[in-house]
């Protein structure tokens, strides 16, 4: 009996010592889940009618901003922190939208470590990203490849097929048209498509978080500047991403530069001829049924280094009418500005040069949604938030710390909610913002 006893205790003491594992190791996955209680995926899909973005029998008007670091900040638990805080930043200027990367190929913190193969540590991370935008009720576009070399880009691509034998050039323009590179890109598409987010268990095309999914940052082919190669590639891959995923908006990613099948009257608003040659023309591109919404960035700094602060107002006026005039009467379709900025490093550059900027696009996008028009939005390139000084890329800000441009980004945000839902709703709904 002592022998029985003493055997009995012994397996007390180890079903204890499992118990105490197993319900640390559950108070530990609760710790991290718990975080993410409040996360529902939003319940409506934006949609499209007419030149209007819609939610819920009303248009949607989109205040957005770009932080495209946020799933290589997500990664590691030092810097996560930095992503509820500037969902929480944008939430409390009622910006909407938010643009952010989802690719990051063969570099450091790489989703996809070689074609096909991806690291779960940084999906993960951005099934994060997905959660903490929509605890924070934003949406996100979710742009899925680069045109520059940054986070990998399209020479990753070309370098993976070079080093495998399958390249057909080694000029980085070939992953428009090589089939292997195509084929390595359908089947990232594939794959984050159809990603199930590890914290709310919905597939990424089934989650209204995602406002749109971007085909290519800023795509260019100076190999073909007749247009022909990216055409084809823009009609190949959005037709492919339609098949998978018939709930998301879908949109290119281009500057907004008219190229040769463009009518001269349009050539001339380029800011200079050189940008006609890219091998992208904004309206052919976008005239694709598959491609919901255009997009376009506006960076005068960059493109009319030479000129003064006067002639950079100036083509920023007619560059902006000019695309929603597009929108309205050729796409009839929404156009968002989703990438404009002013770089501190510009000739003369004062902080009241860049107020201006930015409220001179958002004084016609508001006027465009007072007529029901194509002008639905625009992004502010980039916001940032304390200690990331090493993404300061001279166009970035943290927003309390200018009070005139955080002020000006609430005004927008109210001004739209107005349009939205009313006037005396509107500020209702938004009155931590309108005060």
Excluded at 210 to 226: G, H, K, Q, V, Y
Excluded at 243 to 254: A, F, K, P
Excluded at 376 to 396: N, R, T
Aim: negative net charge; contains cysteine.
């Amino acid at each position: 009996m002592a022998v029985s006893n003493g055997f009995f205790y012994h397996i007390l003491a180890f079903t204890s010592c499992v118990a105490f594992i197993y319900f640390s190791f559950r108070d530990f996955k609760d710790d991290f889940k718990s975080h993410f209680l409040d996360y529902k995926p939003q319940v409506r899909f934006v949609e499209i009618n007419g030149t209007q973005f819609v939610l819920d029998g009303k248009p949607f008007y989109v205040n957005g901003w770009n932080s495209y670091w946020l799933m290589d900040q997500a990664v590691d638990e030092s810097t996560r922190p930095r992503v509820n805080a500037i969902f929480r930043t944008g939430a409390q200027m009622g910006l909407t939208v938010c643009r952010t990367w989802a690719f990051n190929d063969g570099t450091y913190n790489a989703l996809q470590i070689s074609p096909g193969l991806f690291d779960e540590r940084v999906f993960q991370a951005l099934d994060r990203v997905i959660a903490e935008a929509g605890r924070h009720g934003i949406r996100l576009i979710l742009s899925l490849a680069n045109n520059l070399d940054a986070y990998g880009g399209k020479s990753q691509y070309v370098k993976w097929a070079w080093e495998d034998g399958v390249g057909l050039s080694s000029s980085n323009d070939s992953f428009f048209f090589d089939p292997s590179i195509k084929r390595y890109f359908k089947s990232y598409l594939k794959t984050v498509l159809t990603r199930r987010n590890h914290i709310s268990g919905v597939q990424y095309k089934d989650d209204p978080t995602i406002f749109a999914w971007e085909l290519m940052n800023e795509p260019r082919c100076t190999e073909d500047s007749s247009g022909r190669t990216l055409q084809n590639w823009i009609e190949e891959m959005s037709k492919y991403t339609k098949s998978i995923d018939q709930n998301h908006l879908l949109t290119v990613g281009l500057e907004g530069f008219y190229g040769p099948k463009s009518p001269p009257e349009k050539l001339n608003i380029n800011p200079g001829e050189w940008y006609g040659m890219l091998g992208a023309d904004f309206i052919r591109n976008n005239k694709i049924p598959t491609i919901d919404f255009a997009s376009v960035h506006v960076y005068p700094d960059s493109w009319l280094v030479l000129a003064d602060i006067t002639e950079k107002e100036n083509f920023v006026s007619k560059w902006v009418k000019s695309h929603i005039e597009d929108g309205d009467n050729i796409l009839k379709k929404p156009v968002l500005f989703t990438e404009f900025g002013l770089s501190s490093n510009a000739n003369g550059f004062d902080h009241s040069h860049r107020l201006l900027f930015y409220k001179s696009i958002f004084d016609t996008i508001y006027e465009s949604a007072k007529k029901n028009g194509a002008g639905s939005g625009a992004f502010v390139w980039q916001l940032i938030v304390e200690g990331m000084e090493v993404f300061h890329d001279s166009f970035a800000f943290i927003p309390e710390s200018i009070p005139s441009l955080h002020s000006l980004l609430k005004e927008q945000s109210c001004r739209l909610a107005t349009l939205r839902y009313g006037s005396n709703l509107g500020r209702q709904i938004f009155k931590n913002v309108c005060e």
